[in-house]
C-alpha cells in the first residue's frame, strides 16, 4: 500500500473527482496542502487578492459548465471565515463548491491558538457539510463523502477544514483504488408525471416556469422539447433565464418585482396553470403570494423535497431531478401527440408573443449624462447570443436583466438568493477561467465594483481577459430606490470632488486610474454615441493585452428603475417613459407595435 501524507492523498482525490483547478491564498496552516498541489501537479491554481475573492471566483468556475466543481483554498482563521460569503452565496444558489481550510494543530484548537476558529461550527449553517478532520487516516473517506454530498439532492457547497498536524501525517492510501461514489438524485415516476400531464392539459393558459434546477441538470434542451411538444409558454426565472432563448417563440417572458418583463408579468396574470420545475418561488418572482397564487392551479417539481411547500402549498409535488423529471414530461407528451390528445395552445402562445411585442421599455435615450437604459441597448449591439454575463445585485443588474438578451444556459451568471456585493469581479475571472475562449462580459455598478476592485490585479497577473461595464452614478441607486417609501435620501450619496481628477466633478472614484494602476485596461464614456466603440475597442484590448478591461459609463444621477413598490407583481410602477413607437426600443426581441 502507498504511503503518503494526508496533505497528498487530499490532493491526489480532488485530481480523481475531477478537479483541474482551484483557487486560494496560500498560508502557514495550508502550505502542506499547498506543497503537495506543487509536487502532484494537474492542478492549476490561480492566486486571489481576497479569500472572499477565491470563494467566488470559485462559485463562477462551476456556475460555467456542467459538472465543475470550483475549489478555494485558504489558511485558517479569517481566511475561512472570509469564504463564509461565499459559502452562503452559493448555498442559496444551489451551487457546489469546496472550501478547503488549514487549521491550527489538533492539540490547541480550543486552547485560543493563533488563528484557530471552530470553521466547521460557524459554516454549517450555509453548507451541506462542515467538519474539521481531526485523523489523518479520515481525510480520503470525508473528502470522498464532500464530493458526494456536493453532487446529490440539490447541490451545495461543503467545507472540510485541515489541521496541520493532521495535513503533514502520513497514511495508507492508493490513489489508483480510490473511485469517486454515485451521487445519488430523485428521480420522478412515470404516475406523477402523467398526474402532471393530465392537470396542464385540463387547463386553458398553461406556463412553465424553469428554475435554476433546470440549468443544474444540464437538462435546456429536454425543457425545450417538452414546450414544443405542448406548446406551452414558459417563463424563466432569473437562475434559470437562458434555458430557451430569448427569441424563441415560446419565451414569455421573466416574472417578478423587479427583474421581469411588462408583458412577463402580464401574461403571467393571465395564466391559469403554473408547471414550477426546478425553481424555490422566490419572493422577487412571486411578491404578494395572494396575487401569485390567485385562481391558478400548480405543479412543483423540485430535487429538493422541503422545498415543496415551504413557500406555499402546491396542487402536486414532485421531488425529482429536473432532468429525470423532464425525460418523463417528455415522453407522455410525445406519447399524447402522437395519439391526438394534445390541446392546441397556439392561440394562448400567440397571445404571450403579442403582449411582447406591445408592453416593451423604452431603451433609447440621447441624454447626457446618459441613462441607463441606453447601455443596455449598446450592450445588445455589441455583444452576441455566446456572450456570458456575470453580475450580482444593484440597479444594474435589474435593469440588465430587463433589457439584455441571454440565448443559452449558463449565459446569464448571477448571484442570485445572496447577492452579495463585490461578487461580480471575482464571479467573472472564475467563469473567464472556466471558459477562456469565451466573450465573458460582466456588470457591475460602483459600489459592487469597489467591494473587491483588488481582484482585477488577478486577472492581471494570471492573464484572464474579460469585459466590464461598469455604470456609474456615484450612488447606491437601489437603496436610494428602496428609500423611496420612507421618504429619506440618507447615506446613499456617494458624490465627492476627487482632488485629483477634478475634470470628474462630483463623480468621486477616478476608476479609471485605480483600474489602470491593477494592471488593466480602462476606457470612460460619456456620452451614448460613444458607447457602442467604446464595446468594440473594449474587446479587442482584451484580446490584445489578455487583461481584464473596464467600460466606465458615467450616468445620470439619478434613474428610477421599474418595480414594484406594493410587493405586487400586478402594480409595477414604470417610473421611465414606456416604448410608444419602434425606434424607442431598436433592440427589442420584437419590433414594437403600436
Not at 153 to 163: E, I, Q, T, Y
Not at 350 to 363: C, D, F, G, V, Y
Request: glycine share 10%.
Amino acid at each position: 500500500m502507498a504511503r503518503m501524507t494526508a496533505a497528498r492523498a487530499a490532493v491526489e482525490i480532488l485530481k480523481r473527482e475531477g478537479v483541474t483547478h482551484a483557487f486560494g491564498v496560500p498560508g502557514a496552516a495550508i502550505n502542506p496542502f499547498y506543497a503537495a498541489l506543487a509536487a502532484s501537479g494537474g492542478i492549476g491554481h490561480t492566486l486571489a487578492r481576497h479569500v472572499e475573492g477565491a470563494s467566488h471566483m470559485a462559485e463562477g468556475y462551476t456556475r460555467t459548465h456542467p459538472g465543475n466543481i470550483g475549489v478555494c483554498v485558504g489558511t485558517s482563521g479569517p481566511a475561512g471565515t472570509d469564504m463564509i460569503t461565499g459559502l452562503y452565496s452559493a448555498s442559496g444558489d444551489s451551487v457546489p463548491i469546496l472550501c478547503i481550510t488549514g487549521q491550527a494543530p489538533t492539540a490547541v484548537i480550543h486552547k485560543e491558538d493563533f488563528q484557530a476558529v471552530d470553521i466547521a461550527a460557524i459554516a454549517r449553517p450555509v453548507t451541506k457539510a462542515a467538519v474539521t478532520v481531526l485523523e489523518a487516516a479520515q481525510v480520503p473517506g470525508v473528502l470522498q463523502q464532500a464530493f458526494h454530498l456536493m453532487r446529490s439532492g440539490r447541490p451545495g457547497p461543503v467545507l472540510v477544514d485541515l489541521p496541520v498536524d493532521v495535513q503533514l501525517t502520513e497514511i495508507e492510501f492508493d490513489p489508483g483504488t480510490y473511485e469517486p461514489l454515485r451521487a445519488y438524485k430523485p428521480a420522478a415516476t412515470r404516475a406523477q408525471i402523467e398526474k402532471a400531464v393530465g392537470m396542464l392539459n385540463a387547463s386553458e393558459r398553461p406556463l412553465i416556469v424553469a428554475g435554476g434546477g433546470v440549468v443544474n441538470a444540464d437538462a435546456a434542451g429536454l425543457l425545450v422539447e417538452f414546450a414544443e411538444l405542448t406548446g406551452t409558454p414558459v417563463v424563466p426565472t432569473l437562475m434559470g433565464w437562458g434555458v430557451l432563448p430569448d427569441d424563441h417563440e415560446l419565451n414569455a417572458g421573466m416574472v417578478g418585482l423587479q427583474t421581469s418583463h411588462r408583458y412577463g408579468n402580464a401574461t403571467f396574470l393571465e395564466s391559469d396553470f403554473v408547471l414550477g420545475i426546478g425553481n424555490r418561488w422566490a419572493n422577487r418572482h412571486t411578491g404578494r403570494l395572494d396575487v401569485y397564487t390567485a385562481g391558478r392551479t400548480f405543479v412543483h417539481v423540485d430535487i429538493e423535497p422541503t422545498q415543496l411547500g415551504r413557500i406555499f402549498a402546491p396542487d402536486l409535488g414532485i421531488a425529482s431531478d429536473a432532468g429525470a423529471a423532464l425525460e418523463l414530461f417528455v415522453e407522455v407528451a410525445g406519447e399524447l401527440k402522437a395519439a391526438g390528445g394534445l390541446p392546441d395552445r397556439s392561440a394562448w402562445a400567440a397571445s404571450a408573443q403579442e403582449r411582447r411585442a406591445t408592453l416593451q421599455r423604452r431603451t433609447h435615450f440621447d441624454d447626457v449624462p446618459i441613462k441607463p437604459q441606453r447601455v443596455y441597448e449598446e450592450m445588445n449591439k455589441a455583444f452576441g447570443p455566446e456572450t456570458r454575463y456575470v453580475t450580482t445585485i444593484g440597479l444594474s443588474q435589474i435593469a440588465g436583466a430587463q433589457l439584455l438578451h441571454v440565448y443559452r444556459p449558463r449565459h446569464w451568471i448571477n448571484c442570485g438568493q445572496a447577492g452579495p456585493l463585490g461578487w461580480t469581479v471575482p464571479a467573472a475571472l472564475g467563469v473567464a477561467r472556466a471558459d477562456p475562449g469565451a466573450q465573458v462580459v460582466a456588470l457591475s455598478g460602483d459600489y459592487d465594483f469597489q467591494f473587491m476592485i483588488e481582484e482585477l490585479a488577478v486577472g492581471a497577473q494570471h492573464r484572464i481577459p474579460y469585459v466590464h461595464v461598469l455604470v456609474n452614478n456615484a450612488y447606491l441607486g437601489l437603496i436610494r430606490q428602496a428609500q423611496l417609501g420612507l421618504d429619506i435620501d440618507f447615506q446613499v450619496n456617494l458624490e465627492f470632488e476627487n482632488i485629483n481628477s477634478p475634470e470628474l466633478g462630483v463623480y468621486g472614484v477616478d476608476h479609471v486610474k485605480v483600474v489602470e494602476g491593477l494592471g488593466c485596461k480602462a476606457i470612460r464614456v460619456t456620452e451614448p454615441g460613444g458607447l457602442g466603440g467604446a464595446f468594440e475597442r473594449a474587446k479587442k484590448l482584451a484580446a490584445e493585452f489578455q487583461v481584464p478591461v473596464v467600460v466606465e459609463v458615467i450616468l445620470e444621477r439619478v434613474t428610477n428603475i421599474a418595480m414594484s413598490r406594493t410587493n405586487d407583481i400586478g402594480d409595477v410602477v414604470e417610473f421611465e417613459e414606456i416604448a410608444t413607437e419602434p425606434g424607442h426600443a431598436p433592440t427589442a426581441i420584437r419590433t414594437l407595435k403600436v
